[in-house]
């Protein structure tokens, strides 16, 4: 059955620090793509990343990077220098082509940076 | 342009009564999904929509919620005789469905937070 699971509940660090953040995946299916939502305490959910089962490289963008890991059914999401803005929950997502694409989400990791 | 919008952002509403939540997809997206975000549960998908047909209404919690799709745009969450665990933030989102096999990113509304008192 598909899942998705981020350990981690909520980690705090301190402004210009690196974090990352970890996302491990079930699935049976071929064809999958998997994402990343931040959701600020603003509350809307808004898209980072999406990568499909066929493409592990990797993507950086600015200070935000994934690492996606076939062989260990991972997508690890790191921000670099992290700034106080960066503070929300992230969930990462898992969609499959079996499944009407429909997003089956992670519980989510609250990350806190501080001043 | 426009991205998803919901209405109402916020409803109370007494236990027992219906309500119906709305949701305007992004123009051209063929997609729309429902999903509800509570506290135990998390996000949980509802409804999947691709046109005005509902392929998978897998994640309906009971048969008190239905939900309806006009036009290949507006939908109706429709939640009758309301409970209190009915109470989460309900998102709706839309995407565009270019070809079989593949999917594009769904792109998320700011939802509409119930509570049943």
């Known amino acids: 059955a598909q899942k998705v699971t981020q350990a981690q509940t909520e980690i705090s660090v301190v402004e210009k620090e690196d974090v990352t953040l970890d996302c491990v995946y079930e699935?049976?299916?071929?064809?999958?793509?998997l994402f990343w939502y931040k959701q600020p305490p603003s509350g809307e959910l808004v898209f980072l990343i999406r990568?499909?089962?066929?493409?592990?490289q990797n993507e950086i963008s600015g200070r935000y990077s994934w690492n996606f890991q076939k062989s260990t059914s991972s997508f690890n999401f790191t921000i670099t220098a992290s700034q106080v803005v960066d503070s929300a929950v992230y969930f990462c997502?898992?969609?499959?082509?079996?499944?009407?694409?429909?997003?089956?989400f992670g519980s989510g990791t609250r990350l806190l940076v501080r001043p | 342009g426009a991205g998803v919008s919901q209405s109402p952002s916020n409803k109370v509403t007494e236990k027992g009564k219906d309500v119906e939540l709305r949701c305007d997809p992004i123009?051209?997206?063929?997609?729309l999904y429902w999903y509800r975000q509570s506290l135990g549960q998390g996000l949980e998908f509802l409804i999947y929509?691709?046109?005005?047909?509902?392929?998978?209404k897998s994640g309906l919690p009971s048969d008190r919620f239905s939900a309806e799709r006009t036009g290949g745009s507006v939908s109706t969450l429709t939640i009758q005789r309301t409970q209190q665990e009915d109470s989460a933030v309900y998102l709706c989102?839309?995407?565009?469905?270019?070809?079989?096999?593949?999917?594009?990113?769904?792109?998320f509304g700011p939802g509409t937070r119930l509570t049943v008192l």
């Open positions: 989102a839309s995407s565009q469905r270019p070809a079989y096999g593949l999917t594009d990113t769904q792109y």
């Open positions: 699935t049976r299916d071929t064809t999958y793509y």
């Open positions: 990568r499909n089962s066929f493409d592990e």
């Open positions: 997502a898992l969609s499959e082509m079996d499944s009407s694409y429909k997003l089956i």
């Open positions: 123009s051209g997206h063929t997609a």
């Open positions: 929509f691709q046109g005005n047909s509902a392929p998978d």
